[in-house]
């Protein structure tokens, strides 16, 4: 499985922009999709997760200002962030967990997508 991962980038604070995350091979179910991100010096952290029937956790961090959504028949996740803030710049990592004709839920990441909110 691989997760292909695009749309980071510089933007000025109060600016937005749209991550996306497209999942592929060897899948038979996307049991849910997510992104997270890391801060130099810091730890990564859980931004919003999707499940395939629609469930959204959002980190309180961003709610209100980030939304996420999925389109499961192309295994598709997108991530759209508006009022961006400079504590939002970070390395976005997309995840799914993803059900294989080995493996139940098997957790994959994708390659990070570099956002930087600066004026």
């Known amino acids: 499985v691989q997760l292909q991962a695009s749309g980071g980038g510089l933007v000025q604070p109060g600016g937005s922009l749209r991550l996306s995350c497209a999942a592929s091979?060897?899948?038979?179910?996307?049991?849910?999709m997510g992104w997270y991100r890391q801060a130099p010096g810091k730890e990564r952290e859980m931004v919003a997760t999707?499940?395939?029937?629609?469930?959204?956790s959002i980190a309180d961090s961003v709610k209100g200002r980030f939304a996420i959504s999925i389109q499961t028949a192309e295994n598709t996740m997108y991530l759209q962030m508006n009022s961006l803030k400079s504590e939002d710049t970070a390395v976005y990592y997309c995840?799914?967990?993803?059900?294989?004709?080995?493996?139940?839920?098997?957790?994959?990441w994708g390659q990070g997508t570099q956002v930087t909110v600066s004026s």
């Open positions: 091979g060897g899948i038979f179910k996307v049991e849910q």
């Open positions: 999707i499940s395939s029937g629609g469930r959204v």
């Open positions: 995840n799914a967990l993803v059900t294989t004709m080995a493996r139940l839920m098997e957790p994959f």
